[in-house]
């Protein structure tokens, strides 16, 4: 299926009030109530991995590399 394709579901289900609906979709794609739960802002930050030393210094992999290697990885098959 077509990426564009896929946004636009995700965007109909987004402005869908359906609630019967909605949590037939939840159902399909596997969702539970403990998948939906969301972390304060404080514990998510708190949570985010700290920087290694290698990218504090500049000798970390480029953006446009890392970037290249996740098309590649995930969006290419």
């Known amino acids: 299926m077509d990426i564009a394709l896929k946004f636009k579901i995700v965007e109909r289900i ?10 037939e979709i939840k159902s399909l794609v596997g969702l539970t109530d403990d ?15 700290l920087p290694t030393p290698e990218t504090l210094h500049g000798e970390s992999d ?16």
């Open 14 to 23: 987004v402005q869908m009030d359906d609630e019967k609906l909605l949590n």
């Open 62 to 77: 480029p953006q446009s590399e890392v970037m290249a290697e996740l098309i590649n990885r995930f969006l290419k098959k």
């Open 35 to 49: 998948d939906l739960i969301v972390m304060e802002p404080q514990k998510a930050t708190e949570s985010a991995p």
